[in-house]
């Protein structure tokens, strides 16, 4: 079984990425050892979640956010720097959840204006169409992804190689949880996603995959669901599926949800 990741919150140096798609879903990855190459995990695991023919490469760099975080040696301070290319920029809210930055304000990135231009990333979109649709994926990558072509890529952020290596996937039941809300980009929304994170992140020895679904913009969704109150948290696997309903729970019963 996996080592639950420690928060960055906790680690004076982390690096995370992100990596969003065109109709907004999003993976993600926080790398406290600071040297693992994650692009590729990243989108290998694009792939395998929306069953796409191959890798997206095409949204590297243009669609990713990288944080680094560190103490200077001599004032022992917390330097943080935060950087998203324009498309990636407009989730500053979620970013800062993901990563546990608080309010930070994202710098933008403007390299790479030739490659990310609308006719390049548009000319993708008949071979890769699902990266247009919106499936309300956040999720955090930490498992070894393997490409079609067999190469591994990265270990599990502060695993022990051979213990990884040993690890049958098989094993564990992968937690999918549905958030249902109200208006996602609103202060009650972002603090929703704090704590449920946290406990997440404190409770779970195993990725886990979260949709994050507003009912305004997606009522079809909250109708096959049967969404009578917002918030609404469903774990929809392991079963038996279980859901909370109405005000946000605190830590603990958010604990007895996961069982």
Known sequence: MSKPSPDPAAAASFKGLALFTPGGDCVYCIDQRKHNHWHLDLCAALQTSL????????????????????????????????????????????LNVLFNTDDLVWQPNYSHHEDCSVWVIESYRTTFPQLWERHNLVMRVEATWVNPLGLSTAPNIGDDPLEAE?????????????????????????????????????????????????VLTQPDQAEADLITATPTLIRVSPSPVRRIVGQWPSAQQLRDLLG
């Open 166 to 214: 040993a690890t049958d996937p098989s094993d564990e039941i992968p937690h999918l949880f549905k958030l249902f809300v109200s208006g996602a980009d609103t202060a009650a929304t972002e603090q929703m996603l704090r704590v449920l994170r946290n406990t997440l992140e404190a409770t779970l020895s195993s990725p886990y995959t979260l949709h994050l679904i507003d």
């Open 51 to 94: 069953g796409l023919a191959d890798p997206p490469y095409f949204l590297l760099p243009c669609f990713t956010a990288t944080v680094d975080r560190w103490m200077d040696p001599t004032s022992h301070e917390i330097i943080t720097v935060a950087e998203a290319y324009p498309r990636a920029l407009r989730f500053q809210t979620l």
